[in-house]
C-alpha cells in the first residue's frame, strides 16, 4: 500500500513559481514510478509528467515542457513538481500518483494510488 498527500498549492500570480510536493508511505514507494496529472474546473484530467522509479528519466506533456520539472527522492519518499513561469491555464487541481512504469502515465493506464490533489491558480 502507498498512501501520497500533495502540498504546495496556492495562488500565484502569472509568471510566478510554485513547488507541488506529495509525500508518500509504504516501503514500496521508490519501486513506483511517479507522475501529476491536473484536472482544470470543466475540464478532463490530464497527465502532467511522470519520472521513473530510479529518477533516470523523467516525461512531461507538450504544454508544461520547458517551464515543469519534476524529480524525486527515494531516500525521503518524496516527489516534486517546480513550476515555472506559470499560465493561468495551469489552473487545475494537482493529482500527485504512482504506477508500476512511467509509460503507464503516458498511455493512461489506471494509476496504482491517488493522492487527494492540491489546488493550484494563477491570475493574469
Known amino acids: 500500500q502507498v498512501q501520497l498527500v500533495e502540498s504546495g498549492g496556492g495562488l500565484v500570480q502569472a509568471g510566478g513559481s510554485l513547488r507541488l510536493s506529495c509525500a508518500a508511505s509504504?516501503?514500496?514507494?521508490?519501486?513506483?514510478?511517479m507522475g501529476w496529472f491536473r484536472q482544470a474546473p470543466g475540464k478532463e484530467r490530464e497527465f502532467v509528467a511522470t519520472i521513473t522509479w530510479s529518477g533516470g528519466n523523467t516525461y512531461y506533456a507538450d504544454s508544461v515542457k520547458g517551464r515543469f520539472t519534476i524529480s524525486r527522492d527515494n531516500a525521503k519518499n518524496t516527489v516534486s513538481l517546480q513550476m515555472n513561469s506559470l499560465k493561468p491555464e495551469d489552473t487545475a487541481v494537482y493529482y500527485c500518483?504512482?504506477?508500476?512504469?512511467?509509460?503507464?502515465?503516458?498511455?493512461?493506464?489506471?494509476?496504482?494510488?491517488w493522492g487527494k490533489g492540491t489546488l493550484v491558480i494563477v491570475s493574469s
Open positions: 500518483a504512482a504506477a508500476p512504469t512511467a509509460t503507464m502515465f503516458l498511455d493512461n493506464y489506471d494509476m496504482d494510488y
Open positions: 509504504g516501503r514500496t514507494f521508490s519501486s513506483y514510478a
